[in-house]
T-cell receptor, first 111, second 114 residues
C-alpha cells in the first residue's frame, strides 16, 4: 500500500504550458517535501512545507500544503525544458523521523 | 560544502554474492539514511544511522545491514544477493537534529545482480 499517491504518474506537455502535480494521502504529515530527480543523479530537495494551508513559491513553481496536512500540490507556470525530471513528494509522519515517498511524477517538457 | 558522495557509482554482482556500498555525508551532518529505488517500488527507506547508532529501520530483510563510523561515514551491506536487489541505492545525509527531516542525497550506486 502506497502511503503517498502521486498523480499523474507521467506528464508530457509543451513548453510554455502550465501544470499541476498532486500528492495525496489519508495520513497526516508533520511536514511534506518535494524533490526533483534527474537521470543519473539523486533527488534534490526543492521545498519543505509544514503548516496546513501553507503556500511556498520557488520562481515558477508553487507548492501548497493542504489544510489538513494530508495532501500537497506542485504547480508549474510556463514550463520550460529544464523542468523535465522526476518529481517526488515525501512526507514525514508525526514523530516518525523518516520519510515515505510517493511513486513520483515523470515530467517531460517538449520544446 | 562538498555534497554527499557514494562509491562505487556502478556495480555488477552475481546472485549469492555480497556487496558493500559506501557513503560520505556532507561535512557536519550526523545522520545518514539509505534508500532503495526501483521502477516498480519507487524510493523505499532502508535505515538511518545517527551518531553511529541505527535510529530507524524500514521493512527490509536482515540481509540488508549498515553501520556508521565515528566520522559519520556509512556503509551498507547486502548479503546473499538476489536478482530483485538490482536497484539504485541512494544515501542521504541530514544534520540529524533539525526540526524537519530534510534529506540531501548523493548520486547513488547502481547495483545490478545477474
Amino acid at each position: 500500500t502506497q502511503l503517498l499517491e502521486q498523480s499523474p504518474q507521467f506528464l508530457s506537455i509543451q513548453e510554455g504550458e502550465n501544470l499541476t502535480v498532486y500528492c495525496n494521502s489519508s495520513s497526516v504529515f508533520s511536514s511534506l517535501q518535494w524533490y526533483r530527480q534527474e537521470p543519473g543523479e539523486g533527488p534534490v530537495l526543492l521545498v519543505t512545507v509544514v503548516t496546513g494551508g501553507e503556500v511556498k513559491k520557488l520562481k515558477r513553481l508553487t507548492f501548497q500544503f493542504g489544510d489538513a496536512r494530508k495532501d500537497s500540490s506542485l504547480h508549474i507556470t510556463a514550463a520550460q525544458p529544464g523542468d523535465t525530471g522526476l518529481y517526488l513528494c515525501a512526507g514525514e509522519a508525526q514523530g516518525a523521523q523518516k520519510l515515505v515517498f510517493g511513486q513520483g511524477t515523470r515530467l517531460t517538457i517538449n520544446p | 560544502k562538498a555534497g554527499v558522495t557514494q562509491t562505487p557509482r556502478y556495480l555488477i554482482k552475481t546472485r549469492g554474492q555480497q556487496v558493500t556500498l559506501s557513503c560520505s555525508p556532507i561535512s557536519g551532518h550526523r545522520s545518514v539514511s539509505w534508500y532503495q529505488q526501483t521502477p516498480g517500488q519507487g524510493l523505499q527507506f532502508l535505515f538511518e544511522y545517527f551518531s553511529e547508532t541505527q535510529r530507524n529501520k524500514g521493512n527490509f530483510p536482515g540481509r540488508f545491514s549498515g553501520r556508521q563510523f565515528s566520522n559519520s561515514r556509512s556503509e551498507m551491506n547486502v548479503s546473499t544477493l538476489e536478482l530483485g536487489d538490482s536497484a539504485l541505492y541512494l544515501c542521504a545525509s541530514s544534520p540529524g537534529l533539525a526540526e524537519y527531516y530534510e534529506q540531501y542525497f548523493g548520486p547513488g550506486t547502481r547495483l545490478t545482480v545477474t
